[in-house]
């Protein structure tokens, strides 16, 4: 059975750290592409990182830019987001996801959430003084 079991998240005060893990059961995570997205609420989930299945590639929005860092541990069968600096903002529920599909052609990742169908149960992140 494949699943996808986030965790990592808490309450963290502005400016501070979490590093949330992605770990995978039922399949190699390090065939497939992943991504992290969030939700707050009243929002919509947006996409904030992926990474390649290489690993070569990695993508991060704007809002996360140059604070959030992703990377996997293929042993640990595990992505992680380590994330940095963090501000009320960021403050929603994260989920990593992986797509069924293994892409062959390309080594690259998107921020689509509907190019992505393995979805974990999510993490909450709480970033408040």
């Known amino acids: 059975q494949v699943q996808l079991v986030e965790s990592g998240g808490g309450v963290v005060q502005p400016g501070g750290s979490l590093r949330l893990s992605c770990a995978a059961s039922?399949?190699?995570?390090?065939?497939?592409?992943v991504a992290w997205f969030r939700q707050a609420p009243g929002k919509e989930r947006e996409g904030g990182s992926c990474?390649?299945?290489?690993?070569?590639?990695?993508y991060y929005a704007d809002f996360v830019k140059g604070r959030f860092t992703i990377s996997r541990d293929n042993a640990q069968n595990t992505v992680y987001l380590q994330m940095n600096n963090l501000e009320p903002e960021d403050t929603a529920v994260y989920y990593c996801a992986a797509p069924d599909a293994i892409d062959i052609v390309q080594d690259t990742c998107v921020l689509t959430d509907t190019e992505y169908d393995d979805w974990g149960q999510g993490t909450q992140v709480t970033v408040s003084a």
């Open positions: 990474i390649s299945r290489s690993d070569r590639n990695t």
């Open positions: 039922g399949f190699t995570l390090g065939y497939y592409a």
